[in-house]
């Protein structure tokens, strides 16, 4: 079956340094994702998406990666600020289908 | 602000209680979801309502009856609900279904059942 998956629960980082957050997912067929990020005690929101015929795209301080070889996306944040902390998660869909499919999603814990 | 707003923000409620969760978003949009976020687990869609009419059920138990009186307004009416519905639910609008990835959220409902 289909499923999304973030490669790792937990992430500690230092404020200032890069965060990477990894998502794999299985549908070939995907050809569209989406990076959500999660403060505690709000809903989920938007920080980026891409489609299947690009491999990159940048945003304000974050770039996502997308590897449809080895079916893999990627989250980057440049400088990692406290107010990044949070939970991310990524989603796929395909085709016309609304119905997005989530991952579990990372928790990211910026040090200062 | 997203635009979206929930009511209560948290609930507490037994196993034979009857209660409803709100929704209501002003943006103009015309689909709104429900989702369920379970600790540790991804988010789930439960329903999907576009212009008013349900266009999805993703298997959701009768205990959840979900309701759309208006595109501004979404209830979810829970009743005789079990320890494990416990979760935070989430309502989404986005400007049309097929738009469910660019949905602004809530900040979902904390339901606890005892």
């Known amino acids: 079956g289909e499923s999304v998956g973030l490669h790792l629960p937990t992430l500690s980082v230092q404020e200032g340094d890069n965060s990477i957050i990894n998502c794999a997912y299985s549908n070939s067929a995907s050809d569209y994702f989406i990076w959500y990020k999660q403060e505690s005690g709000k809903g989920p929101q938007f920080i980026i998406d891409?489609?299947?015929?690009?491999d990159k795209r940048q945003g304000q301080r974050v770039t996502v990666l997308l590897n449809k070889t080895v079916k893999h996306l990627s989250l980057q944040i440049a400088a990692t600020q406290p107010g990044d902390s949070a939970v991310y998660f990524c989603?796929?869909?395909?085709?016309?289908?609304?119905?997005?499919?989530f991952g579990a999603g990372t928790t990211v814990t910026v040090r200062a | 602000e997203t635009g979206v707003t929930q009511t209560p923000r948290h609930l507490v409620m037994g196993m034979t209680n009857k209660k409803s969760l709100k929704c209501e978003q002003h943006l103009g949009h015309n689909a709104m979801y429900w989702y369920k976020q379970s600790a540790k687990k991804p988010l789930e869609l439960m329903f999907v309502?576009?212009?008013?009419?349900?266009?999805e059920n993703n298997s959701v138990p009768s205990r959840f009856s979900p309701e759309c009186p208006n595109s501004s307004h979404l209830f979810l009416h829970l009743h005789t609900l079990q320890p494990e519905d416990s979760a935070l639910y989430l309502c989404a609008s986005s400007q049309e279904a097929q738009a469910q990835g660019l949905a602004f959220f809530g900040q979902g409902t904390r339901l606890t059942v005892v």
């Open positions: 309502y576009s212009l008013e009419e349900r266009v």
């Open positions: 891409i489609r299947s015929n690009m």
């Open positions: 989603a796929e869909n395909h085709g016309n289908d609304y119905k997005l499919s």
